[in-house]
């Protein structure tokens, strides 16, 4: 059975410098690996999504990488702002139609 | 804007009531699924439909059950609440090429509370 952990699950940093969330999965056989961002009381928003042949993907000031073999993805996040505060979801995809399994997330803020 | 429309936003109910959760969806994104999300959880899966049919469920009793309709609209019935329902409850879709689900684009939920 997949698990999913991530770490921390908070943090608080000052607003302007780089972080990195990590998430790691006990299954490495994963079709495809998603970040989240969750405002509180909302729904999820899809940062990036990596396929499991991809290492790494890039949205603006967000990096994405996958290690498959050894079940870890980090997102980095470079010159965090207060705007980047909330919760922060990975997910993995065992197969190309299983569901997504989630990790309980990282609960980020971003003092000014 | 994910194009996912989920009713209500808020909900109140009693221990043994029935609830019924509904969404909208994009037109073309024949897979969705619903997950529960209890405070401080990550979200759990509870079922998934492609075309109209069951195609995969998670550990969830069978007082949970779900419906689609051909116009991308689904729903969500829970029979007999329990205070343990209370939660988040997630609905997303997504396209489904050949190689599997896509990415899955997710409303902002109904908040569902059992007192």
């Known amino acids: 059975k997949q698990e999913v952990t991530q770490i921390p699950a908070a943090l608080s940093v000052p607003e302007g410098e780089n972080l990195v969330l990590n998430c790691s999965f006990t299954d490495s056989a994963i079709y495809n690996l998603q970040w989240f961002r969750q405002d509180p009381g909302k729904g999820l928003t899809s940062l990036l999504l990596?396929?499991?042949?991809?290492r790494e993907q890039t949205s603006g000031r967000l990096n994405a990488s996958l290690d498959k073999s050894s079940g870890r993805s980090t997102l980095y996040i470079a010159a965090s702002q207060p705007g980047d505060s909330a919760t922060y979801l990975c997910?993995?995809?065992?197969?190309?139609?299983?569901?997504?399994?989630f990790g309980k997330g990282t609960r980020l803020s971003v003092i000014a | 804007e994910t194009g996912v429309t989920q009713s209500p936003t808020h909900l109140i109910k009693t221990r043994g009531q029935q609830v019924t959760l509904r969404c909208s969806s994009q037109s073309g994104h024949n897979t969705v699924s619903w997950y529960q999300q209890a405070l401080g959880q990550g979200p759990q899966f509870i079922f998934q439909?492609?075309?109209?049919?069951?195609?995969g469920r998670g550990n969830f009793p069978p007082r949970f059950s779900g419906l689609q309709f051909p116009n991308y609209s689904s729903e969500l019935n829970v029979n007999a609440l329990e205070l343990d329902d209370s939660a988040l409850y997630l609905c997303a879709s997504s396209p489904t090429p050949r190689g599997g689900i896509g990415i899955q684009y997710f409303g902002a939920g109904t908040r569902l509370s059992v007192l």
């Open positions: 997910a993995v995809r065992g197969s190309g139609n299983t569901p997504l399994v």
């Open positions: 990596i396929q499991s042949s991809q």
């Open positions: 439909y492609y075309r109209e049919e069951e195609n």
